[in-house]
């Protein structure tokens, strides 16, 4: 097993300190043993929610909506662009304002997707949304909702918390118009 250079010499279930821009602050570590699978335990049947438990990887693409959606939206719940507390209530509100949009989330057209880390580190939480690359500062409890409903919107201006803007490329098929 590689080990990462800042939980050099720390063993399973020990901890550490971590050097950041604040100063030193306590990085707490286990280590978690894949089953004969390759999944951790508890991660995948025990956490999985009735209506999955049991299906295909398609059967449940199918029951979340994928192929469905405009925008996948990524927020950081922290924990150093902003506190944990924090990230995890702007998740929250990510939630709350999407399924009021979409009851169904089959039916939504934004998928969100709550990160650890999305490299920022600064002035979060942060969330970045794709296709459209559409970068976010500042995704409080209290701007979550404003920046769903620009995202449902489909607008093109800059929204105020918007920091970058890189959209991904259109795909690429190869063939005739058909997609052969």
């Known amino acids: 097993m590689v080990v990462p250079p800042h939980l050099t010499g720390v063993a399973a279930g020990g901890s550490s300190t971590r050097e950041t821009d604040e100063g030193r602050r306590p990085v707490i570590t286990r280590?978690?043993?894949?089953?004969?699978?390759?999944?951790?335990?508890?991660?995948?049947?025990?956490?999985?929610?009735?209506?999955?438990k049991g299906k295909s990887l398609a059967e449940i693409g199918e029951?979340?909506?994928?192929?469905?959606?405009?925008?996948?939206l990524f927020i950081c719940t922290g924990p150093d662009c902003c506190d944990e507390p924090e990230g995890m209530a702007a998740w929250?509100?990510?939630?709350?304002?999407?399924?009021e949009f979409n009851p169904d989330l089959r039916q939504a057209?934004?998928?969100?997707?709550?990160?650890?880390?999305?490299r920022v580190c600064s002035q979060?939480?942060?969330?970045?949304a794709y296709p459209?690359?559409?970068?976010?500062?500042?995704?409080?409890?209290?701007a979550a909702a404003d920046i769903v409903a620009y995202l449902?919107?489909?607008?093109?201006a800059p929204h105020p918390l918007e920091f970058a803007n890189h959209p991904l490329p259109p795909p690429v098929h190869g063939?005739?118009?058909?997609?052969?």
């Open 31 to 52: 280590r978690i043993e894949p089953n004969a699978v390759g999944c951790r335990p508890g991660s995948l049947s025990a956490m999985a929610k009735p209506e999955r």
């Open 63 to 72: 029951i979340l909506g994928f192929g469905n959606f405009d925008t996948h």
């Open 92 to 99: 929250q509100a990510v939630k709350r304002a999407v399924k």
């Open 109 to 118: 057209k934004i998928y969100r997707t709550k990160v650890g880390c999305l």
């Open 124 to 128: 979060g939480p942060i969330a970045v």
């Open 132 to 142: 459209q690359g559409k970068w976010f500062h500042s995704v409080t409890e209290a």
């Open 152 to 156: 449902q919107s489909g607008a093109t």
């Open 175 to 180: 063939g005739d118009a058909s997609g052969d």
